[in-house]
């Protein structure tokens, strides 16, 4: 299937409307569980072409395996996921975190020795009322489910200490549409204006 391009979309002028239930159709899709987040949602994040959007309530660093060519016979190395965005800000991919408290000391301290990224190559927006969790890949990849961006959560952590996840890929047109709207519609501040826990809000995302 050839790549789809991120989609360009505007701020929403209108309320975005959050509740709902949609009408019952057909969608295609894979069951992710456990180790199969690392497998499918990091390796496709780490080999992302023009947009990484991540949307979760907690943020920590976590450490990846390094794919870079080795020395025949060498073990297989680890290296921050922070490492892996700054070479994918490096090319130009558009990478944005949509988190809702205060990532981890070592993410911090990971993102903090990447000037490229502090610059702003890795755009992030706090809203306290995040939870949902959904990574967006390149416009055409699209997780939905229960994990943060974790390593306990995507996987990246040993069988007996990484937590209990579901959730399922899909690349439904119709579905990344209105799930990146949504993102889009939480990035720009389109609810901060009739938040009730704005004023606990050290920095709406509207700006006002």
């Known amino acids: 299937m050839a790549r789809r391009a991120k989609r360009s979309l505007s ?6 409307d959050l509740d709902f239930v949609s009408a019952s159709r057909p969608i295609a899709m894979r069951f992710v569980a456990g180790k199969g987040h690392y497998e499918s949602v990091v390796r496709a994040v780490m080999n992302a072409k023009v947009s990484v959007w991540i949307a979760t309530a907690n943020l920590k660093e976590m450490l990846v395996e390094d794919e870079r060519p080795r020395m025949p016979g060498r073990r297989a ?5 922070l490492d892996v965005f700054n070479e ?11 988190h809702a408290s205060m990532p981890s000391g070592p993410f911090r301290a990971a993102f903090d020795r990447h000037p ?11 809203c306290p009322r995040v939870h949902l969790k959904a990574v967006i890949v390149d416009g055409r990849l699209l997780y939905l ?12 952590k040993a069988d007996h200490n990484r937590n209990f996840e579901l959730g399922f890929l899909t ?10 709207a949504m993102f889009e519609h939480l990035w720009t501040g389109g609810e901060c204006g009739r ?10 995302l509207d700006g006002k």
Do not use: F, H
Not at 77 to 81: F, T
């Open 11 to 16: 701020v929403i002028d209108r309320p975005l």
């Open 77 to 81: 190395s680890y290296r921050p996921v």
């Open 88 to 98: 994918l800000a490096a090319r130009e991919v558009d990478l944005r975190i949509l």
């Open 116 to 126: 490229r990224l502090v610059k702003g190559a890795l755009a992030m927006r706090m």
């Open 145 to 156: 489910g229960s994990a943060n961006w974790t390593g306990a959560g995507l996987g990246a």
């Open 171 to 180: 690349e439904d047109e119709a579905l990344l549409d209105q799930v990146q």
């Open 195 to 204: 938040c009730g826990r704005r004023a606990l809000c050290e920095a709406p």
